[in-house]
């Protein structure tokens, strides 16, 4: 079974900085698309960012550009989401997802596997 994990969240001043990471098992990482989701408290899921197999080509969400950076690592299996400049309306449960076909790094029905998320909380 595909299992993706979370880790790298905690609590953060506003301006600081975090970088989450999210390692795959059980499947073949380089075949999936990679994409970091959020969801605060009365909001629905959004995407944040969205990465290619070999990591060539980047999707970011206007509210995160020049922030926040994605990448992956193909060799151990793990996508990673460096976040700068954090702002308070970044707090929110963040995921990471896998898909196994090219589609839309926005669309939440397109990506298989889901990882359990990891909190976020900017204070001013």
């Known amino acids: 079974q595909v299992q993706l994990v979370e880790s790298g969240g905690g609590l953060v001043q506003a301006g600081g900085s975090l970088r989450l990471s999210c390692a795959v098992s059980?499947?073949?990482?380089?075949?999936?698309?990679m994409g970091w989701f959020r969801q605060a408290p009365g909001k629905e899921r959004e995407v944040v960012a969205g990465?290619?197999?070999?990591?060539?080509?980047?999707y970011y969400v206007d509210s995160v550009k020049a922030r926040f950076t994605i990448s992956r690592d193909n060799a151990k299996s793990t996508v990673y989401l460096q976040m700068d400049n954090l702002k308070p309306e970044d707090t929110a449960v963040y995921y990471c997802?896998?898909?196994?076909?090219?589609?839309?790094?926005?669309?939440?029905?397109?990506?298989?596997?889901w990882g359990q998320g990891t909190q976020v909380t900017v204070t001013v």
């Open positions: 997802a896998a898909m196994k076909r090219a589609y839309d790094y926005s669309q939440i029905s397109k990506y298989d596997y």
């Open positions: 990465i290619s197999r070999t990591g060539i080509n980047e």
């Open positions: 059980g499947g073949a990482f380089s075949d999936y698309r």
